[in-house]
């Protein structure tokens, strides 16, 4: 049978640390997020979440991302007595927001110490919850006869070996999104030194090209007008004599070709 609203009322001030009589909600009892909490890094290397648990002070807040997973221990202490067992779960309202209970259904009978709740966020956007929320449930239901059982030693802490195998980060959709983002800022950052490289090269080639071209035709012009000088300092030179210079032939002698030779066109004032 389980426990109605009265007997919570009446029996969990016994069995619940720090038991408030508002937080009995119907047939259940709303327990709150304590103040440790592990929350699986993106994997990531600057990732926030890189550590290995965290304390909470006071109302702090945390989040668990899409796709991620965490571990959340409760506020409370609770008992349950060795003729009773107990069920918990997460409160609807969260749920909606895509939290999932990973972990526990039940608490055992003599059972005493803090509960530890798997939960993941099957949601497509982060939650964010805060020491002290209102987060889980808790249910009392009696057994059909007491059995003589030791008392069964619950969670102080988040045990190291359950944080570890997710300490490396879960391939989230929103991890691997995360990854996708910080290598598309590094191709860019890579792409525009690339670019501003090429740009320098690109002017260097130009002006290397432009000194070579400029030295090309200085030589050019240089070599040009040496060889014209030359060219014209030669034919300032007389040529050498060969035989008997024209103008000592007399007029209307036969050259050695048999030519004769013809006066000039005014050579005695009239023709
Ligand atoms: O989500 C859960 C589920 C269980 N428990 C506690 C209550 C339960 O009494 C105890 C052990 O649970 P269970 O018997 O399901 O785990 P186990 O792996 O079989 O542990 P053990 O070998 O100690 O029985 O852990 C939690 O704190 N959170």
Avoid at 109 to 121: D, K, M, Q, V
Avoid at 264 to 270: F, L, N
Wanted: hydrophobic share 35%; proline share 9%.
């Amino acid at each position: 049978m389980f426990w109605g609203g009265e007997r919570l009322k009446a029996q969990l001030g016994a069995l619940i640390s720090d038991y408030d009589p508002q937080r009995v909600d119907r047939a259940a009892y709303r327990l709150r997020i304590g103040s440790e909490v592990y929350v699986s890094p993106t994997g990531e290397p600057n990732d926030p979440r890189n550590k290995p648990k965290t304390q909470l002070t006071f109302s702090q807040g945390f989040t668990i991302p899409a796709g991620q997973f965490g571990f959340v221990l409760t506020e409370e202490r609770v008992k349950v007595p060795k003729e009773a067992i107990a069920f918990i779960s997460i409160r609807a309202k969260y749920k909606f927001r895509g939290l999932v209970n990973v972990s526990g259904f039940h608490v055992d009978p003599a059972y005493e110490g803090r509960l530890l709740f798997s939960i993941f966020n099957a949601g497509p956007g982060p939650v964010h919850l805060s020491q002290g929320e209102e987060c889980f449930l808790i249910w009392y239901a009696d057994l059909d006869q007491p059995s003589d059982l030791p008392i069964k030693n619950g969670f102080d802490s988040i045990p190291s070996e359950l944080t570890g195998p997710i300490a490396g980060g879960l391939q989230s959709f929103a991890s691997l999104l995360s990854k996708i983002n910080e290598n598309d800022k590094k191709v860019g950052d890579r792409v525009s030194v690339v670019e501003r490289e090429q740009a320098v090269l690109k002017w260097a080639t130009a002006l290397v090209v432009g000194a070579v071209l400029t030295l090309g035709l200085k030589d050019c012009s240089l070599s040009r007008a040496s060889t014209a000088l030359q060219t014209s300092a030669t034919s300032a030179v007389p040529a050498p004599p060969t035989g008997t210079p024209p103008a000592a032939r007399p007029l209307g002698a036969t050259t050695p070709q048999g030519n004769t030779s013809a006066p000039p066109p005014h050579a005695g004032g009239k023709p």
